[in-house]
């Protein structure tokens, strides 16, 4: 139960109330990662929570990712609840073992004796000149893996929700904040990086997906900032007389399919916008669920419009045609209007 | 150092138990893979890493473990799992991979996961040892004085994770305790050509905290050494790298020609199994006289072979099961 507000706050400073409430009403939760104290995190996941919980609730890191994202799969194991920050998710490739073969297989392995609930929380996406190693999703690469959750809010009441389900959790969740959607200073700002978020602890499911704009001409699955751009898109297409309709996936893992399915049925056409890379991601897989669980109601083939199979590049012309645009999102749903 | 008799009996019984069982999972491993070794045939497939030798290592701790004292081991675990009391039914059924297993049989004998005691163990080198961090991070959360230990092998202290390790528990002052297996070998490649120092033991001086060496593969010696760090670790004072030099008896995994060892280095360690070494010094020091030693003998033959048989007399799991517990609900589907 939630209470309408008129309160609004950027989605990092959801999150990092999410993340207090928690801490308030459940002593076993507690933060770690690289300048998650004191700077506050470099995306503001954490802002305020050391003044307020101290050094030993919220600790900052040596540069050791392996080390300490092992250590919440430990302390995880032993009846804590950590969220811990990997703080690009480029910077998988030094703890993946940790991550995957480890906190993700443990509770199977165990026959589900074991439980580990860890949020990990990282920084994703582009679009603001980071370059390759700075500036990637991931999101299908994570997902691709058993065992994990896998979140990506794309605004702050469902940051926040999503936050304190993941807390909540019994599971492994990862928890991906896009760049562009935490309401950053110093990123490029966005209207839709501040909302409405009521003051209370409350949840959005994991693995729900959300109507964010209703439509009956075609669904855009997306997640994370291309929701945001799905949406300046669909203004521009109602103006040409398309009404698309807009799904924000929420989550990978689980995927909800049949969200997706019955925005499909509704609509007969399917786009889906991915920030992450083209092939063996999340596009196919939206794609061949509709495929499989709506295939009778598909007026055209899907299309999807995603970064190509490429490093991410550095140069402003470059990363700009690489990365879903508005522009791109119009012109492809134009183009899967005219086709059948 | 005055031990406890009681200690010297009960590590003495503990070797035997971990002896005989893995002499019967080698049996039973080769039954129905020979003449022609296939390592996917019979009643275990897979790999299997046996500790026979390494006795000494496991069982010199575990009379100075308390109730709720967090393990983490290696790809070779069993010692160290008896060790601590681990369910050796559940264990053995594990590693037959029926459904009574400590994992239903999702593990295999490199994942066993137990609650109580507190064990886990992993197939991928070093990926153990921040675990036992994060626990001595949970133990001192909570107030108790339970201490954390991971086991690894000397071939994973040259991976980034022991090092990053030991820099965690020095840093925040946790109850750890660091214990490296030195078996001389890391499958093939010893450890001359692997390690830029002799000891491992040394590199503890680069992050502050004591590094102590046993250098001889006597359960009494581990018993003392692991006596004093695990007590220091219970009593806050911080994480300790204790390094025992032991001796892989087999091959890496069984199947392993152990090409690579000279048979002058296979017979002198042969020569040293401690298993014959230890019962001589219990006879000898008049703690265990023979017919003691055939009891303890026969008494943990008879445990051994009910586990196996009760692994063998359980069932399988169903297929389908195998989509359960990737999450804590059931949500996989096909």
């Not at chain 1, 196919?284 to 669920?289: K, N, Y």
């Not at chain 2, 022991?162 to 020095?170: K, M, P």
């Not at chain 2, 905290?209 to 046993?214: E, F, K, S, T, Y």
Request: aromatic residues 8%; contains cysteine; glycine residues 10%.
């Amino acid at each position: 139960m939630t209470t309408k507000t008129e309160r609004k706050l950027t989605t990092q400073k959801a999150i990092a109330e999410g993340v207090a409430l928690e801490m308030r009403s459940d002593d076993s939760v507690f933060v770690m990662g690289e300048d998650v104290g004191t700077y506050g995190g470099i995306f503001g996941a954490t802002e305020g929570l050391l003044d307020e919980f101290g050094e030993k609730r919220v600790i900052d890191t040596p540069i050791s990712e392996t080390g300490f994202i092992g250590a919440a799969v430990g302390a995880a194991i032993n009846g804590m609840r950590p969220i811990v920050e990997l703080m690009f998710v480029d910077f998988f490739g030094v703890c993946m073992d940790q991550i995957y073969n480890n906190m993700a297989k443990i509770h199977y392995f165990s026959g589900g004796n074991v439980k580990v609930p860890v949020v990990l929380t990282t920084a994703v996406g582009g679009g603001y000149g980071d370059a390759g190693q700075h500036s990637q999703t991931l999101w299908g690469t994570f997902a691709h893996m058993p065992g994990m959750k896998v979140v990506v809010p794309s605004n702050p009441y469902d940051a926040k929700g999503l936050m304190i389900a993941a807390i909540r959790e019994d599971n492994p969740v990862v928890y991906m904040f896009h760049k562009g959607v935490l309401g950053l200073g110093w990123m490029t700002p966005n209207p839709r990086a501040t909302g409405e978020v009521p003051e209370e602890p409350y949840e959005v499911p994991i693995g729900k997906a959300n109507v964010v704009r209703e439509g009956t001409d075609l669904t855009i699955a997306t997640i994370g900032l291309s929701v945001h751009k799905a949406l300046d898109a669909a203004e521009q297409l109602e103006e040409k007389g398309i009404s698309a309709e807009v799904l924000d996936l929420r989550s990978l893992v689980p995927l909800d399919r049949e969200g997706i399915v019955a925005s499909v049925e509704k609509t007969h056409r399917l786009m889906v916008v991915d920030e992450d890379y083209h092939s063996f991601g999340m596009s196919g897989e939206v794609i061949t669920t509709a495929i499989e669980g709506a295939f009778d109601y598909l007026d055209a083939p899907p299309v999807r419009v995603t970064t190509p199979d490429i490093p991410i590049p550095y140069s402003r012309p470059l990363e700009e045609w690489a990365l879903p645009s508005i522009e791109r999102i119009v012109k492809a749903s134009s183009n899967l209007l005219v086709a059948g | 150092m005055d031990i406890p008799r009681e200690h010297l009996v009960d590590m003495y019984q503990t070797m035997v138990k971990i002896r005989r069982f893995e002499e019967r999972i080698r049996e039973i491993y080769f039954a129905d893979k020979l003449p022609a070794f296939d390592i996917a045939a019979g009643l275990i497939p897979g790999e299997m890493h046996l500790a026979a030798g390494q006795e000494p290592v496991a069982v010199g701790m575990s009379p100075h473990l308390k109730e709720g004292d967090a393990i983490t081991a290696t790809h070779r675990p069993h010692h160290v799992a008896i060790a601590q009391g681990i369910d050796l039914k559940r264990m053995a059924a594990e590693i037959f991979g029926r459904d009574t297993g400590l994992g239903h049989g999702k593990g295999g004998h490199m994942h066993l996961f137990s609650v109580e005691p507190n064990f886990g163990c992993s197939g991928i080198i070093g990926e153990g040892i921040p675990v036992a961090v994060g626990a001595a991070m949970a133990f001192r959360h909570h107030g108790s004085d339970n201490v954390a230990l991971s086991f690894f092998g000397e071939g994973a202290a040259n991976q980034g994770s022991f090092h990053e390790s030991l820099n965690l528990a020095a840093l925040w002052n946790l109850p750890v305790v660091f214990v490296c297996e030195d078996n001389a070998y890391a499958i093939s490649v010893p450890k001359t050509a692997s390690t830029a120092i002799a000891d491992n033991s040394d590199r503890a001086a680069a992050y502050g905290i004591p590094g102590v060496l046993v250098g001889n593969n006597d359960p009494v010696a581990v018993y003392e050494v692991m006596g004093e760090a695990i007590a220091r670790a219970r009593r806050g004072e911080g994480p300790s790298l204790v390094e025992i030099k032991t001796d892989r008896l087999w091959g890496h995994f069984e199947g392993d020609a152990d090409a690579y060892r000279s048979d002058e280095f296979k017979t002198e360690m042969l020569e040293r199994d401690p298993m014959v070494g230890y019962a001589k010094r219990l006879s000898d020091e008049g703690i265990l006289n023979e017919s003691d030693i055939a009891a303890i003998q026969q008494a943990m033959y008879d445990e051994v072979e009910e586990a196996i048989q009760y692994a063998q007399d359980s069932p399988y799991p169903e297929p389908e099961s195998a989509l359960d517990h990737v999450f804590a609900e059931r949500t996989v589907t096909l």
